[in-house]
Nanobody
Framework: QVQLVESGGGLVQPGGSLRLSCSAS????????MSWYRQAPGKERELVAS??????NYAGSVKGRFTISRDTGKNTVYLQMNSLKPEDTAVYYC?????????WGQGTQVTVSS
């Protein structure tokens, strides 16, 4: 079964860090345009970061604090989140977009609170 599985979410204090992981089964992530999205309660899902073979892009609200990367050997994409703020609280989703198919993970909750 083709799927994306996120992990690494949790509760962290403001200023703390988390690293999210997105692993793929039955397809190769390097062949897809990979992104992280997030959705806070009562808000629309928004793009956080994306990565291709030659570039990365970030939402203005996370630039300088978040880093997207991928390990082709592990078929995994990461989102390193530093200097977390309460407004970063959301469910984070991994997205893989190909020429024909698009896949979403089930989401992982990130809560930033003291």
């Amino acid at each position: 079964q083709v799927q994306l599985v996120e992990s690494g979410g949790g509760l962290v204090q403001p200023g703390g860090s988390l690293r999210l992981s997105c692993s793929a089964s039955r397809f190769t992530l390097s062949s897809y345009f990979m992104s992280w999205y997030r959705q806070a309660p009562g808000k629309e899902r928004e793009l956080v970061a994306s990565i291709t073979s030659i570039s990365t892009n970030y939402a203005g609200s996370v630039k300088g604090r978040f880093t997207i990367s991928r390990d082709t050997g592990k078929n995994t994409v990461y989102l390193q989140m530093n200097s977390l703020k309460p407004e970063d609280t959301a469910v984070y989703y991994c997205n893989a977009r190909g020429n024909i198919y698009t896949y979403w993970g089930q989401g992982t909750q990130v809560t930033v609170s003291s």
